[in-house]
């Protein structure tokens, strides 16, 4: 998505070779034209799979998810990573090792908001090693619902999560694609 590689080029830091800053537009201070173009584009991708749901992870999947489940006329879910005293009933759980913090926790939601036999559209800000996508696809598999498509805003393509999850043969569109990053700058895929 052409602007989305505007953007990422104007404001994205690589902070490594492994780490990508885009707290500009994404996930910190967020650029509300650029998700609701993201939203419209993954709605246009995953329509005709019959989405009943749209699941993300707290909290910086968040901005993409709202506006894609908005341009879908589906409820979003979110997905948390730190339970609370108020979180109660039927819990799925399951547990995720974070790419960025270097720590595990554990990914939950009430099943309730996850009703068996429904599609769901799991959509992220980042794919690197595939972690929180195969956390979210066991979540779903718990709750008797089935993922039918994964969107996600920048893949890592040098990182083995977008292999990991063409191994299991579910749609997945990513809107950006990087080949590799570092000090020189970002390159992309087509
Ligand atoms: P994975 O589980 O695929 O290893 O990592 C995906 C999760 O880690 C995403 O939910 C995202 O929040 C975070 N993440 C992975 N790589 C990056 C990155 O380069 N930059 C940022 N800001 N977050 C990342």
Redesign the pocket.
Known sequence: MKELIEAILTHGKAINE??????SF??HQVDPLLMHHIGETFAAFFRKKEIDRVLT?ES??IAPAAFTAYSLGVPLVIMKKQTSRIMTGDLIQTT?????KGTEYQLTVKREFLPAGERVLFI????????????AIELVKEAGATVNGIGIV?E?SF?S?RKRLDALNIPVLSLARIRAMGPEGIEFLE
Request: hydrophobic residues 45%; proline residues 0%; without cysteine.
């Open positions: 492994d780490v990508l800053l885009v707290d994404l996930n992870i910086s999947g995720v090792r974070s790419f960025t992220d800000d980042f794919l690197a090693s595939g972690e929180a996508a195969f956390g920048i890592k990182q999560g």
